[in-house]
């Protein structure tokens, strides 16, 4: 075996410690790197009682694909083992590579699930490590994303290991020709079209001739990066939980801490968006939503990546990947009202609050039948010890409503239509106080 390929069988049977039993599924695309991990694998399966489930992804783009499919579905009933495939129809994403990897991914999930494998066993090599550190330092990225990737993760159920780490693509077709081992070669992979070809083609051969061992180097800076993130991510898990709840994060709150952890919690948020697509993320994104926070206006936005949205309203941010549809409605208000905002409106008997979620309401004030609509365009209160009225508008304001949540709040009126009650935020001076004479209560829930 070549040298530095045993460290692989090595750290596969001594340090990850492959036992009887385990369960691989195995991405392999017929390419040099995944069918000399595959070898590799069958080797340690005559030593150990593995299963191995080799997956295979066509991604439609070139004639050979179909041709490579079958040979690595006849390689595996050879060999006696599970061949899985699929094929990529169509896409829809104008950046195919990350289409593409999440189609893979998503794929080999179902995989693990399927048959309840605990490893999920990629290909990706050393010079594989540079070219991603080497992209990412360049269009900018987390500090985990400036790691490149790791050797293992731990998805919780399973684990996601890249044994080949440790050798270059030379090591691997030094390998492949010595033990006679079949696979292709995607010849897009020869073009400078992508940005990775070009680094692989000019990049790459400059920073071997200065070391040959030059992976080496990358994967210690990866280890070095990941270990200074996992402890930082130590000291984020016991802040974010103060300033980020339920998806929300706290401007003022965020404002107090360090500006070395305020930057860590939203690339931390970004991360746990964008989970392991970290390609598609970098410094801007950052710094626009920090020119966000900083921002004088009580409601904006700035858009991210995959259609996703930073929403700033008043001194609150939040990201979402979903802009709320207008909805207009106007109900009769019977004994029980469902309302589109997921709240209700309902007819009680008796209750002892006062607050703005309750509204006692007399028959000398008003006009039946009462309903709840959405607001419209100068829509206004009278209000108790106010001359005149005010504008909903301003109401809304003065509560700090975000701006995509007006459009959908209850507003209840008369078959005047004159405004009642906003409920859960103010009472007009038509509504009733316990000790005075009403007769109806509505309670918003």
């Given at each position: 075996m070549v040298?530095?390929?045993?460290?692989?069988?090595?750290?596969?049977?001594?340090?990850?410690?492959?036992?009887d039993g385990d369960i691989i599924v195995l991405g392999n695309s017929y390419g040099p790197d995944s069918m000399a991990l595959l070898d590799i694998l069958l080797k340690?399966?005559?030593?150990?009682?593995?299963?191995?489930?080799?997956?295979?992804?066509?991604?439609?783009v070139r004639k050979e694909s179909a041709k490579e499919k079958e040979d690595i579905e006849e390689f595996c009933s050879k060999n006696e083992l599970v061949f899985e495939s699929m094929i990529i129809e169509q896409y829809g994403d104008d950046n195919f590579e990350n289409e593409a990897r999440n189609i893979r991914y998503n794929?080999?999930?179902?995989?693990?699930?399927?048959?309840?494998?605990?490893?999920l066993f990629t290909a990706h090599h050393g010079d594989d490590l540079i070219e991603t550190v080497l992209m990412r330092i360049s269009r900018g990225s987390t500090l985990k994303g400036y790691s490149g990737f790791s050797k293992l993760i731990d998805m919780g159920d399973y684990k996601i290991v890249r044994p080949m780490i440790f050798v270059t693509k030379e090591e691997?077709?030094?390998y492949n020709k010595k033990n006679k081992i079949p696979y292709a070669i995607d010849k897009t992979n020869l073009e400078n079209e992508h940005t990775r070809n070009r680094y692989r083609h000019i990049v790459l051969p400059f920073l071997k001739k200065e070391d040959p061992?030059?992976?080496?180097?990358?994967?210690?800076?990866?280890?070095?990066?990941?270990?200074?993130?996992e402890y930082i991510n130590k000291e984020i898990k016991r802040t974010i939980s103060k300033v980020y709840k339920d998806?929300?994060?706290?401007?003022?709150?965020?404002?107090?801490?360090?500006?070395?952890?305020?930057?860590?919690?939203?690339?931390?948020?970004l991360e746990d968006i964008y989970k392991d697509d970290l390609m598609v993320i970098n410094d801007n994104h950052v710094k626009l939503i920090k020119m966000l926070i900083k921002s004088k206006k009580a409601n904006s936005f700035v858009y991210l990546p995959n259609n996703n949205k930073a929403v700033k309203s008043y001194d609150k941010i939040y990201?979402?990947?979903?802009?709320?549809?207008n909805i207009d409605y106007n109900i009769e208000i019977l004994d029980y009202v469902e309302l589109p905002n997921k709240h209700s409106i309902s007819k009680i008997d008796e209750i002892d609050s006062n607050n703005n979620n309750v509204c006692r309401i007399s028959n000398d004030d008003i006009v039946y039948p009462l309903?709840?609509?959405?607001?419209?365009?100068?829509?206004k209160m009278y209000l108790k010890k106010v001359n005149g009225s005010r504008r909903v508008k301003d109401i809304f304001i003065d509560a700090k409503i975000p701006k995509e949540d007006r459009d959908m709040w209850p507003i209840v009126v008369d078959s005047c239509d004159k405004v009642i009650w906003i409920p859960g935020i103010k009472k007009s001076k038509f509504t009733k106080q316990k000790n005075e004479s009403y007769d109806i209560i509505l309670k918003y829930d």
């Open positions: 040298i530095k390929m045993q460290n692989v069988y090595d750290y596969l049977l001594n340090e990850l410690v492959l036992k340690i399966k005559k030593k150990k009682n593995i299963s191995i489930i080799v997956a295979h992804v066509n991604h439609n794929f080999f999930e179902d995989l693990i699930h399927k048959y309840k494998a605990n490893y691997i077709l030094e061992n030059i992976h080496e180097k990358y994967l210690k800076f990866s280890e070095i990066l990941s270990e200074y993130d998806g929300v994060l706290d401007i003022p709150k965020y404002l107090e801490l360090d500006p070395l952890i305020q930057k860590k919690i939203i690339y931390k948020i990201i979402t990947d979903k802009v709320k549809e309903y709840v609509r959405t607001r419209k365009y100068g829509d």
